[in-house]
Nanobody, 114 residues
């Protein structure tokens, strides 16, 4: 069983920054595709960042140039640096690891408000 635990969420003012981290409990972490998703109230869950084992990253236009995903294979962690946050970034954020199956963290709240 793969377990993912997110940390680093909270309340931030518009224009501020937050860094989310996710620890994945699996020794073969390095072969997993990793991603961050978010789900706002009344909306579908959407992917906001993706990184494959080779370090290739993708982002939707809504967060491009503001969010950066990174992975540390030695520490089994994936992080999401979020800059210039906007109120519309408010959501529950989930980390995900996938290989043959997809695994999810429990989610962490990010609120952008003045």
């Amino acid at each position: 069983q793969v377990q993912l635990v997110e940390s680093g969420g909270g309340l931030v003012q518009p224009g501020g920054s937050l860094r989310l981290s996710c620890i994945v409990s699996r020794n073969i972490f390095s072969i997993y595709n990793l991603a961050w998703y978010r789900q706002a109230p009344g909306k579908q869950r959407e992917q906001v960042a993706f990184i494959n084992p080779s370090g290739l990253t993708t982002y939707p236009d809504s967060v491009k140039d503001r969010f950066t995903i990174s992975r540390d294979n030695a520490k089994n962690t994936v992080s999401l640096q979020m800059n210039n946050l906007k109120p519309e970034d408010t959501a529950v954020y989930y980390c995900s690891a996938s290989y043959s199956l997809q695994y999810w963290g429990q989610g962490i709240q990010v609120t952008v408000s003045s």
